[in-house]
């Protein structure tokens, strides 16, 4: 019989001791976003799979070959997200959130799915942290969602982390930047892969993010969309830039930053570190102020970043950040014999039910080996309980690591306790 022990390819087990760090990191992350302003929404992590292609869009690499599709026994075709704007998007606007006075923001720890080739920081299922403004237009908006972006990155030290920023403009400059770009790869058609061949006719921009070794030599001499930003653009990039010098934080105009994802317009950002292999975004995201009209029928101005937790979780590690380690048990208590047993379970429960995490052997072990165990799981105290403890109705209380005792009484156990565990 086939061992089914192994776990699908691009996806990890995070064991007690990663999943707690993972848990810290992303409690702290989240108090960031609290203090911005931003509350947790939390949505299905699948959505039917017209809603991702019409908004990351059919000619992006996520939605022509990265997502995982299936149809339903209704036969309906839905996709698990391989990431969370759209969704986001979506609640918005089917919950009527947009009759308010505006801008909601929201944050999401959620697991995303995309069928990638795995390697370091690179998986299959993974895990986002990302944030959402809906229906603010003014560029503060953006300097808002940078300096939380960047917030993060400072609260955790993290150094070599790098910002890049650019425009990838609106309705009114993209089509003249697309028409420049069509013209020059036309001249070079030769040299495109098959997939850019195609994205040259269906949308060029797309062509910029593919990853194939010649098409990245022709994209450094492509034009660049800043030479074609309108008057809005320009201006709006260059307040962001006033702003940003404003709060002190450092970046740089990329004009490469296009983003893999179609719905973005405005102003693009990505934290970009050296640390995780490769130079490799951490964190992205931009404006997105027509998804809403892609659909729905609102306009609704919109902004917001995910970042990626393994990728920032590898960064942590570089950067030696010290996760705390979880205190797993506040007392163990040990039994000798059939009465005292039935003793440690109803006063392991007791002690529990005073937020005492206490623990007791569950392999009807002799001492020696529940002592053992006590010592495996790191339990602070030690409580041993024999018949003669019964009979005396009293017990020591012992503190592993200092060696301190103390007798305590079984009538008011709990609130001696208390005091000292
Ligand atoms: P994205 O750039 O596709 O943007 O993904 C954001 C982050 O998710 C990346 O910077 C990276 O850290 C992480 N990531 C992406 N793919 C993988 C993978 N296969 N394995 C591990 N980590 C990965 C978005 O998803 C947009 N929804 C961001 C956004 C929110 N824009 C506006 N609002």
Redesign the pocket.
């Known amino acids: 019989m086939k061992l089914l022990t192994k776990a699908v390819k691009?996806t990890v087990d995070l064991l007690p001791e990663e999943a707690s760090k993972f848990r810290f990191v992303e409690a702290l992350i989240s108090d960031i976003a609290n203090t911005f302003g931003y509350r947790e929404i939390m949505l299905p992590v699948f959505e039917h799979t017209e809603l991702f292609a019409r908004s990351?869009g059919e000619t992006s690499d996520?939605v022509t070959k990265?997502m995982y599709t299936f149809n339903d026994k209704s036969d309906r075709s839905l996709t698990l997200r391989?990431?969370?704007?759209?969704g986001?998007m979506r609640a918005f606007l089917e919950h009527g959130l947009f009759n308010q006075i505006l801008p909601e923001k929201y944050f999401y720890n959620i697991t995303?799915y995309?069928y990638?080739r795995?390697q370091t920081?690179?998986?299959?299922e993974?895990?986002?942290f990302?944030?959402?403004c809906l229906g603010a237009e003014d560029v503060s908006a953006d300097a808002e969602i940078i300096s939380l972006a960047n917030s993060i990155f400072d609260y955790f030290d993290i150094e070599d982390i790098e910002l890049r920023i650019n425009s990838i403009g609106c309705s009114d400059c993209r089509p003249n930047y697309k028409k420049a770009l069509v013209e020059y790869f036309e001249k070079h058609i030769d040299s495109l892969c098959d997939d850019c061949k195609t994205r040259l006719d269906k949308n060029p921009l797309r062509i910029l993010d593919c990853k194939n070794h010649e098409c990245e030599k022709l994209v450094k001499d492509a034009p660049k969309i800043t030479d074609y930003l309108c008057e809005k653009c320009k201006t709006d990039l260059s307040s962001l830039e006033r702003y940003l010098q404003n709060m002190e934080i450092d970046y740089i105009i990329d004009s490469s930053i296009v983003?893999?994802?179609d719905?973005?317009n405005g102003v693009v950002f990505?934290?970009v570190s050296g640390e995780i292999g490769a130079k490799?975004?951490?964190?992205?995201?931009?404006?997105?102020d027509s998804l809403s009209c892609a659909i729905g029928d609102k306009q609704i101005p919109?902004?917001?970043?995910?970042?990626?937790?393994?990728?920032?979780l590898l960064l942590l590690k570089e950067n030696k950040f010290e996760i705390p380690k979880e205190d797993e048990c506040d007392l163990f208590i040990a039994y000798i014999g059939e009465e005292p047993k039935a003793f440690a379970i109803k006063l392991a429960n007791d002690f529990r039910g005073q937020g005492i995490s206490t623990q007791i052997d569950l392999n009807a072990r002799a001492l020696k080996g529940q002592m053992k165990l006590a010592y495996k799981i790191e339990a602070k105290n030690l409580l041993v309980i024999g018949e003669d403890e019964i009979k005396q109705g009293k017990a020591t209380i012992k503190n592993i690591q200092t060696k301190e005792e103390r007798e305590v009484a079984f009538h008011n156990i709990l609130s001696e306790a208390m005091d000292i565990l």
Do not use: I
Not at 121 to 124: S, V
Not at 280 to 288: A, E, H, N
Not at 302 to 312: D, H, I, P, T, V
């Open positions: 691009g990351v996520v990265e391989p990431e969370g704007t759209a986001v995303c995309r990638e795995p920081g690179r998986l299959r993974f895990h986002q990302g944030v959402e983003r893999g994802l719905y973005y990505e934290f490799s975004t951490v964190l992205g995201g931009g404006r997105y919109a902004l917001g970043f995910a970042m990626g937790m393994e990728r920032f």
